[in-house]
């Protein structure tokens, strides 16, 4: 059964730093192109980042977090990354990782909290 598994989330203050990870277990993460997905309080499910499954992982970001996001796939791992600097208080929601296909989603993880706050 596949499942996600989110981790890294935390309390940190404007202007720092965090670096999220995503285990895929029970599926062949190496075929999926993926994506970081946030939901704020009140607000919609929006994709944050997103890399493919081909060799030369090419990325996409949301305007918001260009240049301060950074999101990276070890396949030998089975893990997603999003390195995240110069965070921002509207950087605050809960982070999931899926696949970057509109229509075939796995299972969304239980995600992991990520709040930006002096």
């Known amino acids: 059964q596949v499942q996600l598994v989110e981790s890294g989330g935390g309390l940190v203050q404007p202007g720092g730093s965090l670096r999220l990870s995503c285990y895929v277990s029970?599926?062949?993460?190496?075929?999926?192109?993926m994506g970081w997905y946030r939901q704020a309080p009140g607000k919609q499910r929006e994709l944050v980042a997103g890399i493919t499954a081909t060799t030369a992982g090419t990325t996409i970001y949301v305007d918001s977090v260009k240049g301060r996001f950074t999101i990276s796939r070890d396949n030998a791992k089975k893990t997603l990354y999003l390195q995240m600097t110069s965070l921002k208080p509207e950087d605050t929601a809960e982070y999931y990782c899926n696949r970057l296909d509109t229509y075939y989603k796995l299972p969304w993880g239980q995600g992991t909290q990520v709040t930006v706050s002096s």
């Open positions: 029970g599926s062949i993460f190496s075929i999926y192109s």
